[in-house]
């Protein structure tokens, strides 16, 4: 179960997006300003916090600064009436991971939501081991048996997402979704670019292969 810290000091909203969360099986937190906020993460461990940026007091970007400054490295997704280049840009540089413009729709908030936590699971895992073979995240890097390579960014979360949930199924909208970001402009071409490139790269290594579910996606296979 994971619980959502949700700071907005429009009541209503507030607690709609409290019953979306609640209906999701998350457990939501609920604040009206920054300092209802801090009290609620004194006390509880929170796994993602959704926040508005126009509050009394402390507004949104302060808020955000001020927690990655004490070292909070949940997830953090602005929910705002702002939408302008630049309130986006100043809302990425305090430390947000994501971004969505009121009027709240819910199943989108749901789908960034999920997105978010996808996302933190995999950072947060840091390394895979399969066998002899070893995918280190901070080093975006595979190696066996004195053999090491350096992926580029992309094919590495790629891989590493996959081999996160063996024998899972995902679309090529998911994963577009996941590493490339939702509001990318790349299109979902690019997802099969990069696994025909990890597919060229591992042709040879019995750990694990990457499959095609035709009509769906794609998934990982491990051979321990």
């Known amino acids: 179960m994971f619980n959502i810290l949700v700071v907005e000091d429009d009541v209503n909203l507030c607690k709609l997006m409290g019953d979306v969360l609640r209906d ?9 300003n920054a300092q ?3 009290q609620i993460l004194d006390h509880n461990h929170i796994d993602l916090m959704i926040t508005d ?26 929910v705002t009436a702002r939408e302008t280049i630049k309130d986006k840009r100043k809302g990425f540089l305090v430390g947000t991971d994501d971004y969505m413009v009121k009027p709240v ?23 895979i081991i399969i066998g002899k073979t070893v ?6 890097t595979i190696s066996r048996e004195g053999e090491r390579i350096t992926l580029p960014q992309k094919e590495f979360m790629l891989l590493y997402k996959l081999l996160s949930y ?5 679309t090529r909208m998911q994963l577009m979704d996941e590493i490339w970001g939702m ?4 299109d979902e071409h690019t997802v099969s670019v990069h696994i025909g490139r990890l597919r060229e790269r591992f042709a040879k290594w019995q750990e694990f ?8 996606g794609y998934k990982a296979v491990k051979h321990e």
């Open 209 to 216: 292969t990457i499959q095609t579910v035709r009509g769906l």
């Open 24 to 32: 999701e099986r998350y457990t939501p937190f609920l604040a009206s």
């Open 166 to 170: 063996p024998d899972v199924v995902f």
């Open 36 to 38: 209802e906020a801090l």
């Open 183 to 186: 509001d990318t402009e790349s």
């Open 135 to 140: 995918l280190n995240y901070d080093t975006f």
């Open 105 to 127: 729709d819910e199943e989108e908030l749901v789908l960034r939501v999920k997105a978010l936590l996808r996302r933190a699971k995999i950072v947060n895992e840091r390394k």
């Open 53 to 78: 940026i126009m509050m009394p007091d402390t507004d949104g970007y302060m808020l955000t600064q001020e927690l990655r400054e004490a070292g909070y490295d949940f997830p953090i997704l602005m």
